[in-house]
Each structure stands twice: as structure tokens, then as C-alpha cells.
């Protein structure tokens, strides 16, 4: 009998320790899939729009995000903050084109949206434009790193017009770096 219970017993650690070790390599990635959609793209593309410029631009930072707080903690969900206008003729009106943030590396393009916040200081650094409406080039988009694998990823911006869907799109000069644990804003090396 008592070889009985150290067999058992043995077996229960081993199954203890597996489901331990399933739970800790498939609980993120089941997590992201049965999460809420904040952070996901909206969609995923073999490649990228085709550049055209004619965008302003600064990714300035990323943060941790939570809904209702900010903070350079680590998490899962994170904040791209920056400002972005088009620059393609005074009269340009900003809020009839939709935009996004096209994270991209050379087997995808992630799009994923912008949430846009005033910014009063860029429309007085461009007034000499003559463009009216640059007070709302704040953005922010909101990221999971659960939906990025490892390396490194281009960022760009997208302009998509609300009427006749015409694009405007320019890579920028910052990649992020997506480790095991982190997501990191870093720039281009040149």
C-alpha cells in the first residue's frame, strides 16, 4: 500500500506541475483572445498603404494604459502619444479625414486607431500654415503587446479621408521594440 500512495502521490505532483506549467505558457495568449477588443488592431495587412507624406508629425511617448490612469508601469496595454496634421494645402480641413497608426514589420501591417485630444501648442508652432484646425492633432492610440510577437516594428501614420477614402500615409522615424515582457518606443538608427 505504501507504494501505491508514492506512486499517486508522484503522479498527482507531475499533473500539478504540468497544468502549472500549461497555465503559465497559455493563459496570456487565451487571455488576449477572450479579452476586450482595447489595444487589438482593427485589422491586420500583408503590407503596408503606399507612402505619400505630406504628414506632420511627433511620436513623442509610450505609456502603460489603463483606462483612467497613466503611468510608466508595466502592463499589458500601452498608449502611443504624439501629434500628427496633415500639411497638404491650406485649405485641408483635418476632421474630414479618419486616422490611425499603422504598426507594421515585414510580415504585417497592424492598424489599429486614433483617439484624438487638443493640442492647443502645435496649432500656435504652425500658425504660419494657414491652417485653422490644428488644435486637435493630439492623438493617442491604445496597443496590446499581446498583439505583437517579438522584434521590431515601424510606425506609421495614416490619414484616410471620410468621404472618398483617399489616403495619406508616412512612416516615421520611431520603431517599437516588443520583448517577451515590454513594449519600448525607440527611434531609427541611421
Do not use: C
Given at each position: 500500500?505504501?507504494?501505491?500512495?508514492?506512486?499517486?502521490?508522484?503522479?498527482?505532483?507531475?499533473?500539478?506541475?504540468?497544468?502549472?506549467?500549461?497555465?503559465?505558457?497559455?493563459?496570456?495568449?487565451?487571455?488576449?483572445?477572450?479579452?476586450?477588443?482595447?489595444?487589438?488592431?482593427?485589422?491586420?495587412?500583408?503590407?503596408?498603404?503606399?507612402?505619400?507624406?505630406?504628414?506632420?508629425?511627433?511620436?513623442?511617448?509610450?505609456?502603460?494604459?489603463?483606462?483612467?490612469?497613466?503611468?510608466?508601469?508595466?502592463?499589458?496595454?500601452?498608449?502611443?502619444?504624439?501629434?500628427?496634421?496633415?500639411?497638404?494645402?491650406?485649405?485641408?480641413?483635418?476632421?474630414?479625414?479618419?486616422?490611425?497608426?499603422?504598426?507594421?514589420?515585414?510580415?504585417?501591417?497592424?492598424?489599429?486607431?486614433?483617439?484624438?485630444?487638443?493640442?492647443?501648442?502645435?496649432?500656435?508652432?504652425?500658425?504660419?500654415?494657414?491652417?485653422?484646425?490644428?488644435?486637435s492633432s493630439g492623438f493617442y492610440s491604445v496597443?496590446?503587446?499581446?498583439?505583437?510577437?517579438?522584434?521590431?516594428?515601424?510606425?506609421?501614420?495614416?490619414?484616410?479621408?471620410?468621404?472618398?477614402?483617399?489616403?495619406?500615409?508616412?512612416?516615421?522615424?520611431?520603431?517599437?521594440?516588443?520583448?517577451?515582457?515590454?513594449?519600448?518606443?525607440?527611434?531609427?538608427?541611421?
Amino acid at each position: 500500500m505504501t507504494r501505491n500512495t508514492a506512486y499517486f502521490g508522484k503522479l498527482r505532483h507531475i499533473l500539478l506541475w504540468s497544468t502549472a506549467l500549461l497555465y503559465l505558457l497559455f493563459s496570456p495568449s487565451i487571455s488576449y483572445h477572450l479579452s476586450s477588443q482595447e489595444g487589438k488592431p482593427l485589422q491586420v495587412w500583408k503590407q503596408q498603404p503606399e507612402k505619400t507624406g505630406g504628414i506632420r508629425y511627433n511620436v513623442e511617448d509610450l505609456k502603460y494604459w489603463s483606462k483612467n490612469v497613466e503611468s510608466y508601469e508595466e502592463g499589458e496595454i500601452y498608449a502611443l502619444w504624439g501629434w500628427a496634421f496633415l500639411d497638404i494645402g491650406s485649405n485641408t480641413v483635418q476632421a474630414d479625414f479618419d486616422r490611425f497608426v499603422i504598426i507594421y514589420n515585414d510580415a504585417n501591417a497592424y492598424l489599429f486607431p486614433i483617439q484624438v485630444y487638443p493640442r492647443p501648442g502645435v496649432q500656435d508652432t504652425f500658425k504660419y500654415l494657414g491652417l485653422s484646425d490644428l488644435a486637435s492633432s493630439g492623438f493617442y492610440s491604445v496597443i496590446s503587446r499581446n498583439a505583437l510577437t517579438a522584434g521590431k516594428y515601424g510606425i506609421g501614420l495614416l490619414f484616410k479621408h471620410k468621404q472618398d477614402g483617399t489616403n495619406h500615409y508616412l512612416q516615421t522615424d520611431k520603431i517599437l521594440v516588443r520583448s517577451p515582457n515590454h513594449l519600448s518606443l525607440d527611434s531609427i538608427s541611421k
